[in-house]
Nanobody, 116 residues
Framework: QVQLVESGGGLVQPGGSLRLSCAAS????????MGWYRQAPGKQRELVAV???????NYPLSVKGRFTISSDNAKSTVTLQMNSLKPEDTAVYYC??????????WGQGTQVTVSS
């Protein structure tokens, strides 16, 4: 059984930092594209960071230079370091593991709120 468990969300002031972690079980994360998505109220879920099975990372312009994704294959963990947070980063953040159709897994999400 595949499980992705996110942790590290919370309330932070604008300009602050948070570190999200995704602990994966039931899969070998090095064989998957591991990503972080977010969904704000009334908006569609959007990709914020991805690391491919080859180690390539990609970010949308909205977070590039502020967010960093990394993976620890030995610990089966994917981390999202978020710096210089803005109120518009407020959302539920989800961990995702994708390999092919039928092998697409989601975590339960963790809330990130950026507010003074």
């Amino acid at each position: 059984q595949v499980q992705l468990v996110e942790s590290g969300g919370g309330l932070v002031q604008p300009g602050g930092s948070l570190r999200l972690s995704c602990a994966a079980s039931g899969i070998i994360i090095s064989m998957y594209a591991m990503g972080w998505y977010r969904q704000a109220p009334g908006k569609q879920r959007e990709l914020v960071a991805v690391i491919t099975s080859g180690g390539t990372t990609n970010y949308p312009l909205s977070v590039k230079g502020r967010f960093t994704i990394s993976s620890d294959n030995a610990k089966s963990t994917v981390t999202l370091q978020m710096n210089s947070l803005k109120p518009e980063d407020t959302a539920v953040y989800y961990c995702n593991a994708f390999r092919r159709a039928g092998e697409n897994y989601w975590g339960q999400g963790t809330q990130v709120t950026v507010s003074s």
